[in-house]
Structures are given as structure tokens and as C-alpha cells.
């Protein structure tokens, strides 16, 4: 029972440089979201998606794009890499009827 | 705008005692609430809810209490275990599903550290 699975774990971006991160769930969930949380700081959301095709802005969208093809993926992308994208990413579903979302082990971003 | 505050940074708990950690919000909008457990280099799991309509849930070792009035909730950990120790998020969200779409708002977290 893999669950949310990210990939990479880690990643050392030069500043203008871009890159996907890459999010999927066997679970089967219609909700997935993009989190980032910077040192001693909550996660804060930057994307979010209800199914395929459907996607939304978080509280902190500016400088990253989603796009949500299938039911299990949602990639993150990364435009001109920036050093304030220095963060951990994690990447979560959650069921529709459910009440918890279920979270990814996290991919350690740091822009240089 | 922090919306959700966990206004102690760390905690320090000795094996057995109880581990109280607090979270306090200000969006009159909430009524589901959430905390999560997390270990370093994991991501965060999902430990024990509880919604407005009730005050307290309970899960072995863990209850959650909500007191609305205060827009106040608080974890309980009785007792204690050093496999505890990790970061403890509360977040919170406008509805359990609906249009709210299960985002949430996260707090800062509260390091607790339980001592042998």
C-alpha cells in the first residue's frame, strides 16, 4: 500500500533553473494538494485539485503551476527558480466523503 | 494573518506524565479540526480530529478538546511515551468536505520531546 508517493526526495536547484515535482496516490483520491513549509513555519497550500482536469490556487500560488491530467498524478512545476522556493514540498490526497488527508514523505528544495 | 497559532514552539514532557499541547485559532469559520504527527524527514500523519459539533474525542492516548467560545483546542497525550517525540501540527478547516474541498490551515507546530 505505497499511498502519496513524491519524488525527487531531494533537490539542489541553481537560481532560474526549473523543475517538476512529481506527486501520485493509489488510493484513488479526488483531492490532492501541494503544501510547502519553510523553517519553524506551518505548511502553507499552494495548490489544490478536486479530480482530473480541475485545479485551484492555495494561499501561496505565485511562481509554480499545477496541472492535473489523471485521478492519480498532480506534478508541481517550478518556473525560474527563485532562492524564497527553498523549502520542504509535500504533496497529499484525501477521499471525497473522507476527513483526513494523507500526506507524502516530502521533497527538500533548495534553490542556490 | 496566522489564522491558526500553536504559540509554544517546543514541549518537554517526562515518559508517563501527561503532554498538553495547545492551539489556538481566529477564523469563526472553522469547525473541523485536525492535528498531525510528524517525524523528521517523513511527511505529517494524521493522528486525531474532532468536529464543532463536539468537544471532546478520544483515541487511546490521545484526546483532543475543543472549547469553541475560546476558539480554542488543546491534545492530550496520557501517558506519555519517548516515541511521541516528534512535531505536532494542529490545522483546521471550514468544513469537513464541502466547499472547503478539505484544505487546510496549518499551525506552526509545537516539538515535543519526551524524556526517558
Known amino acids: 500500500n505505497a499511498g502519496v508517493t513524491q519524488t525527487p526526495k531531494f533537490r539542489i536547484l541553481k537560481i532560474g533553473q526549473s523543475m517538476t515535482l512529481q506527486c501520485t496516490q493509489d488510493?484513488?483520491?479526488?483531492?490532492m494538494y501541494w503544501y510547502r513549509q519553510d523553517p519553524g513555519m506551518g505548511l502553507k497550500l499552494i495548490y489544490y485539485?478536486?479530480?482530473?482536469?480541475?485545479?485551484d490556487k492555495g494561499e501561496v500560488p505565485n511562481g509554480y503551476n499545477v496541472s492535473r491530467s489523471t485521478t492519480e498524478d498532480f506534478p508541481l512545476r517550478l518556473e525560474l527558480a527563485a532562492p524564497s522556493q527553498t523549502s520542504v514540498y509535500f504533496c497529499?490526497?484525501?477521499?471525497?466523503?473522507?476527513?483526513?488527508?494523507?500526506f507524502g514523505q516530502g521533497t527538500r528544495l533548495t534553490v542556490v | 494573518d496566522q489564522q491558526v497559532k500553536q504559540n509554544s514552539p517546543s514541549l518537554s514532557v517526562q515518559e508517563g506524565r501527561i503532554s498538553i499541547l495547545n492551539c489556538d485559532y481566529t477564523?469563526?469559520?472553522?469547525?473541523?479540526f485536525l492535528w498531525y504527527k510528524k517525524y523528521p524527514a517523513e511527511g505529517p500523519t494524521f493522528l486525531i480530529s474532532?468536529?464543532?459539533?463536539?468537544d471532546k474525542n478520544e483515541d487511546g492516548r490521545f484526546t483532543v478538546f475543543l472549547n469553541k467560545s475560546a476558539k480554542h483546542l488543546s491534545l492530550h497525550i496520557v501517558p506519555s511515551q519517548p516515541g511521541d517525540s516528534a512535531v505536532y501540527f494542529c490545522?483546521?478547516?471550514?468544513?469537513?468536505?464541502?466547499?472547503?474541498?478539505?484544505?487546510?490551515?496549518f499551525g506552526q507546530g509545537t516539538i515535543l520531546t519526551v524524556h526517558p
Open positions: 497529499a490526497s484525501r477521499g471525497t466523503g473522507g476527513t483526513e488527508a494523507f
Open positions: 488510493m484513488n483520491h479526488n483531492y
Open positions: 485539485s478536486v479530480g482530473a482536469g480541475i485545479t
Open positions: 477564523n469563526s469559520m472553522f469547525d473541523y
Open positions: 474532532i468536529s464543532s459539533i463536539k
Open positions: 490545522a483546521a478547516s471550514p468544513n469537513a468536505g464541502g466547499t472547503s474541498y478539505g484544505k487546510l490551515t
